[in-house]
């Protein structure tokens, strides 16, 4: 099975864990489980065409196991989407602290491109559910809180330029990996970060 918690992608930068309530060892473990069976049988066919029991069969759970965690498979892709927050979330051990936002914007679309591009047929097949667009609010999230970390420029607030970034940053690499574009994702990066103000966002 492949696993995607975490995920073996050797080119992501490293990620912070975020904290969150203590969970059950057990419980982890089965949501783990889960969560994997799902994106993993994403990678091989759309949503529609998973049922619970193809859940439970790749993960190797009872049904009523699922059941006792999440009321249907919508809920656990959104739960599987949102344990995705730690792994888009930079952080670099050799930068300082107070890295500005410019910085932390180009990491944070490195580590969504590497992992996109490394689960491109989940991408694919799940990229119309509504779900998937918690992914959105993943990436405004984090960019919000590292420029209200910084002094804003008048006139300019945190939370509309990390929409607009990352709303940029999300539909790019949704472009790029849709079309099949022949774009190199060097290329790609090179590109983003010529578009970005030095030398920082504008806030």
Known sequence: MLHFFPSQNKERIPLKQTSQPREDLRQRRTRKLLADALLSLLEERPLSEISVVDIC???MVHRTTFYAHFDDKLALLRY???ELQKYFEPVDPSLDPRTGPREYFMVLFHNA???LK???GMFLTVQGAAEFYVLDEIITDALKRKLSESAPAAGFDPELTARFYAGGL???IRWWLSSGA???DEVLLRHVEHFIPQPELPV
């Open 170 to 172: 999300l539909a790019l």
């Open 113 to 115: 491109l590497s992992f």
């Open 118 to 120: 490394s689960h491109r």
């Open 57 to 59: 069969q790749r993960a």
């Open 182 to 184: 022949d774009v190199p």
């Open 80 to 82: 599987a989407v949102d």
